[in-house]
């Protein structure tokens, strides 16, 4: 009888200290603009020549653009508590969580419907920082496999083995998006995906989850050799700008220009960067989200990641025909082109005051929160 009170006095003592674990943790839902995946578009999928340059398939993620990976964001290693068996040719290993595409799932191994089985992702230090947790959820590939196999309905989220948050996910066969504040460490970390509760499939009991990737920021920057103009007017390389330069900035309500310190820099690695080709044979290549100062105002290749920067409410997509400002007029962007090689980039994160300086020749802006 002892035994018994004890074993039941235990029982309830966790779950009161899981229920409060819970409660002391944010709860998150998807945003309301979702990706959804159909047997028919998949069929029929059939891409314009612009779409085949930028993906390769239905199911590819990321396409030929810069993204978040493109800094260098890739985690460095991925591992479960369990994993379906191989079944012929088909593998169900927790890194098809994280290929980029999305017909490729990992299924915990366990008896059951997995509650309690993860998935954790290492990250290097001072990578990007993440915004956006994307979850696919089941078994997306087909509508069958999808509601023959069972799906995640609560998904807990670690941060260095600590409780961070709980994505409350549809039951949809989507990409689901949660915000989450920007995320990321100066030593190597972890995030890791608990299975909490599961929508039961009609005819397996295995959980299923077909990607878990993301987005975020960090990613506008720079190539190596850009010139920064200086407050004396004179130039330097923009990996050789440190924190205390005087570098001269633009007023863009004045047209004046005024000395500003350099208080923070960054350093990444990218792929996917722009170049822009301009009329009097400058070329200035950066990441495709960096903002220029144009005659339409504030404008990058991809307006939307820009915006997640502070002073950048409104900003427009660069068109070749827009214009450039520079400290003394301003240069027509003849074309741009992008290219797929790798390399380091920089950028000033924050100026003493102002959010421009001047590289190879042009206002551009920087990328402070």
């Keep these: 009888m002892k035994k018994t009170l004890l074993i039941a006095a235990m029982a309830m003592f966790a779950s009161a200290t899981f229920a409060q674990g819970i409660a002391n943790v944010k709860e998150l839902y998807p945003e309301k603009e979702k990706k959804y995946f159909t047997d028919a578009e998949a069929k029929n999928w059939k891409a314009d020549a612009e779409e085949n340059e930028m993906y390769e398939s239905y199911w590819d993620i990321v396409g030929g653009g810069c993204s978040w990976y493109c800094g260098n964001g890739y985690p460095t290693k991925i591992t479960a508590s369990s994993r379906l068996a191989n079944q012929g040719n088909n593998n169900y290993n927790e890194k098809n969580l994280h290929d980029l595409m999305y017909n490729t799932p990992w299924v915990e191994g366990v008896a059951g419907y997995g509650e309690g089985q993860w998935v954790k992702y290492t990250f290097e230090a001072n990578s990007p920082r993440i915004t956006e947790i994307h979850v696919v959820n089941g078994y997306v590939k087909s509508q069958a496999a999808w509601k023959n196999n069972s799906r995640v309905k609560r998904l807990k989220v670690y941060v260095n083995d600590k409780p961070f948050a709980i994505l409350n996910l549809e039951d949809s066969r989507s990409d689901q998006t949660f915000k989450i504040d920007p995320l990321n460490d100066s030593k190597e970390w972890t995030m890791k995906f608990e299975i909490l509760e599961v929508y039961k499939g009609d005819k397996y009991d295995d959980t299923v989850l077909s990607e878990v990737y993301f987005d975020g920021i960090d990613v506008h920057c720079f190539a190596a050799g850009t010139k920064i103009t200086l407050a004396d ?137």
């Design 233 to 369: 007017k004179s130039l330097k390389k923009i990996e050789d700008i440190v924190v205390g330069d005087q570098v001269l900035a633009y007023n863009p309500q004045t047209g004046e220009t005024f000395s500003a310190t350099v208080e923070k820099t960054d350093a990444v690695k990218h792929s996917g960067l722009v170049t822009y080709h301009l009329e009097n044979g400058t070329k200035i290549t950066a990441t495709e989200d960096h903002p220029f100062l144009t005659n339409k105002g504030w404008a990058s290749f991809n307006p939307v990641k820009t915006a997640l920067y502070k002073g950048y409410d409104k900003v427009e997509e660069i068109d070749a025909g827009d214009y450039f400002i520079t400290p003394t007029g301003k240069l027509k962007v003849k074309s741009t082109s992008v290219s797929t090689k790798k390399q380091n980039t920089y950028t000033i994160v924050k100026l003493s005051h102002g959010q421009t300086f001047i590289a190879n020749g042009v206002v551009v802006g920087t990328e402070e929160l």
